[in-house]
């Protein structure tokens, strides 16, 4: 009976049997020594007659223990590995959809009201210095500014956070919009984050500068392509240069806010370099 009785209760309670339910300790019998392979029969000697002995058999054949089912519940309740939380980015997506809204507004279902939005530099006024920023000449100019803004603009709210994104955007766009008001002719009226665009770029490089060698000529690269890019883009503007709105212009290509915007951006990073951080908590 004692040879018996071991075995049975042992595998009653590590085994999944289909009538008896599995106590809480069990998954803990991977700790235990080795089951004896089911695909033989025992080496201990039984009874032919014995009553126990159909029940140890039946058992055998019922238990499907699976020491991997075991593992991997043991594993459910481990605790998630511990990392750098991620940011959530959601002020780049707004600026984009209010970008292309405006647009839409414009250019699809022709709002009145909706080029009141531009910068005309012959009698400005003052909210258009920043509803400019969201205006676009066409389609060509709208996506490619986007693309840029979309790249460093998340790299900006990335590192600084929602209100950084959205305080570096509208200060240079409205920064190089007032340098393009007091330089270019009263004629010309003036659209675009192209601006703002540059001094994203701008703020999302100085953040991350060091004077490694390597970094700088990332910088180089990348800041000579996005020059071109934006150019390019600028350039499609043309289509919508000459008269429009009593004598108005468009400004085609406007380098102006192009450097103006960058040099914002540098502005910005310098007098944020300049607030004293507060002590961190000992």
């Known amino acids: 009976m004692a040879q018996l009785g071991v075995p049975v209760k042992s595998l009653a309670t590590s085994c999944k049997l289909s009538h008896i339910h599995i106590p809480k300790f069990a998954f803990f019998s991977h700790c235990l020594p080795p089951f004896p392979s089911f695909t033989t029969k025992p080496s201990l000697p039984v009874q032919p007659n014995h009553p126990l002995s159909a029940l140890r058999y039946r058992t055998l054949a019922q238990c499907n223990c699976n020491k991997i089912d075991i593992i991997s519940q043991l594993e459910l309740g481990k605790p998630e590995p511990k990392g750098k939380p991620e940011k959530r980015v959601n002020g ?19 709002v009145n009201g909706a080029k009141d939005l531009y910068l005309y530099h012959m009698w400005p006024a003052w909210y258009q210095f920043v509803t400019a920023t969201f205006c676009h000449a066409n389609w060509k100019h709208l996506s490619s500014n986007l693309f840029f803004l979309y790249i460093f603009g998340k790299l900006v709210e990335e590192e600084e956070g929602n209100l950084a994104l959205w305080l570096s955007y509208i200060l240079t766009g409205v920064g190089a919009n007032l340098v393009s008001w007091l330089v270019l002719p009263r004629n010309t009226v003036s659209v675009g984050a192209s601006g703002a665009v540059f001094g994203l770029f701008t703020i999302s490089v100085l953040v991350k500068m060091s004077w490694d060698w390597r970094k700088i000529l990332e910088v180089l690269i990348l800041g000579q392509f996005v020059i071109e890019k934006v150019m390019e883009a600028a350039q499609a ?28 951006g540098v502005l910005l990073v310098w007098l944020l ?8 908590d000992q």
């Open 92 to 110: 780049i997506f707004w600026i984009i959809l209010l970008n292309i809204g405006v647009f839409i507004a414009d250019h699809f279902f022709q």
């Open 237 to 264: 503007s043309t289509s919508l240069s000459g008269t429009f709105h009593g004598g108005y212009t468009l400004q085609s290509v406007n380098h102006i806010a192009h450097l103006s915007g960058a040099l914002v």
């Open 273 to 280: 370099s300049k607030v004293p951080s507060a002590p961190l």
